[in-house]
């Protein structure tokens, strides 16, 4: 790595803690050579900020907070710590004093681990105060502001479901007029943005899910029997159990839209995550085998859960479309809509097109695969260094008038 000026270099590390998933992003930028080579007018901008930081590295993490001891999130939180700290080193491997900042979004704590809200949120603040400088912790609130592991913990609930907020503001900075869609493993976010600032009717899950800004199925996490009470089979329709025996990512892997490095959840049977294994599961909601089914067949059960999966996404962007225009008075036309996670182009541009959206009108976040999926750590990261540069150009400011002053007196 390149000498850093440890005066002026920012690393930041974010983190998306979900219930199933932790995604992890650690980026850098020297605050005074970004300041330099900026254009004034982009210098506070989200989107420059985004291509000049340097995205050092990202990771998920599987821990399924239902499935798991909560004190064992400690060990997922050390292994991250241990893998940065290893990258941020100068060019004589010596560790950088201070060495990053933490930031922290949360939706962990819908979790049935927990029994209320605050307890996934107490429960959550513990393990990074266990882990982490806790002075240099900060979490986003539904508002868009940082604040302390001490007021996270008092004022929960500004903090609890807050992972759209930084994709919102980042992604959604230069729209007049759209809706972005953020799609993951578990569900799809539909956030309305006027004048470029998020202006989501919803503040919790709740209130999100009354207002279609948020939809409950993703790519890989909903259990096949959430998209479809019946499936083609024999020339028939076949009723499908309700038991969890396969995942939606048992039909993108079978469809060939995943790999089984993206297939970052557990398997309902525990067996592995290869094509073979996923057709069995899959034979299994209609209570069958693989010797009783043909993978034809199973091609065919996948195809048809793919099209009433996008038939419901469709159905959540036309209503969050509805409620825009009724809310803002404009045509469909004129709204543009910025896609990301990973089922952007699996399911929203597709869905989209169905709808009669123009091409013209659909923005595929400029994001390598990875990047997409850790979409909401990377965009978390750029919100809290557009807080830094503010902070050093205020200071720079002060610090320049402060010399005018005194040069005004010594004369």
């Known amino acids: 790595m390149s000498k850093i000026k440890k005066d002026t270099c920012r690393f930041i590390l974010s983190l998306d803690i ?7 992003s650690l980026l850098k930028l020297d605050l005074e050579e970004y300041i330099k080579k900026s254009e004034d007018n982009l210098i506070s901008s989200y989107k420059n900020i985004l291509s000049s930081s340097t995205h050092v590295y990202s990771d998920i993490q599987f821990f399924p907070f239902w499935d798991r001891k909560t004190e064992d999130f400690n060990h997922v939180l050390k292994e991250i710590k241990t893998e940065i700290e290893k990258i941020i080193t100068d060019d004589n491997n010596n560790r950088l004093q201070p060495n990053y900042h933490v930031v922290v979004t949360v939706t962990a704590e819908l ?23 806790e002075s240099e912790v900060r979490f986003i609130n539904v508002h868009g502001n940082f604040i302390k ?12 479901a807050s992972n759209w ?105 525990g067996r592995g995550k290869d094509l073979q294994n996923c057709y069995a599961r899959l034979s299994r909601i209609i209570c069958g085998d693989p010797d009783m089914i043909t993978r034809e067949e199973l091609d065919q059960i996948a195809h048809d ?32 809509f910025n896609i990301t996670g990973l089922g952007a182009k699996i399911l929203l541009e597709p ?9 013209k009108q659909i923005f595929i976040c400029e994001l390598s695969e ?23 150009l205020y200071e720079r400011d002060a610090l320049i008038k402060k010399e005018q002053n005194d040069n005004v007196k010594e004369e």
């Open 18 to 24: 979900g219930g199933a998933n932790t995604k992890v």
């Open 149 to 160: 592991i001490t007021d996270a913990i008092e004022d929960y609930l500004s903090v609890s």
């Open 165 to 269: 907020v930084s994709t919102s503001l980042v992604l959604g900075e230069r729209e007049k007029l759209g809706i972005l869609l953020d799609m993951g493993s578990t569900t799809l976010d539909l956030i309305p943005i006027k004048d470029g600032i998020p202006v989501t009717i919803g503040k919790n899950d709740v209130d999100r899910l009354l207002n279609y800004e948020l939809f409950y199925t993703g790519i890989l996490r909903p259990p096949v029997s959430t998209v479809a009470y019946n499936v083609p089979f024999r020339n028939s329709l076949c009723p499908m159990s309700f038991e969890e025996f396969a995942l939606m990512a048992d039909v993108y892997l079978i469809l060939g839209e995943i790999s089984e490095e993206q297939y970052t959840c557990d398997t309902v049977d």
């Open 370 to 392: 990875i990047e997409h999926i850790v979409s909401t750590a990377i965009c978390l990261g750029v919100v809290y260094l557009k807080s830094l540069v503010d902070h050093f």
């Open 111 to 133: 979790s049935d681990a927990f029994y209320t809200k605050k307890e996934g949120i107490v429960t959550i603040c513990d393990s990074l105060r266990k882990v982490f400088n």
């Open 351 to 359: 869905a989209l097109k169905e709808l009669g959206i123009k091409e």
């Open 305 to 336: 859960l793919y099209i009433k999966q996008k038939e419901l996404v469709k159905d959540a962007i036309t209503r969050a479309i509805d409620k825009f225009i009724r809310r803002f008075i404009v045509p469909k036309s004129r709204l543009r």
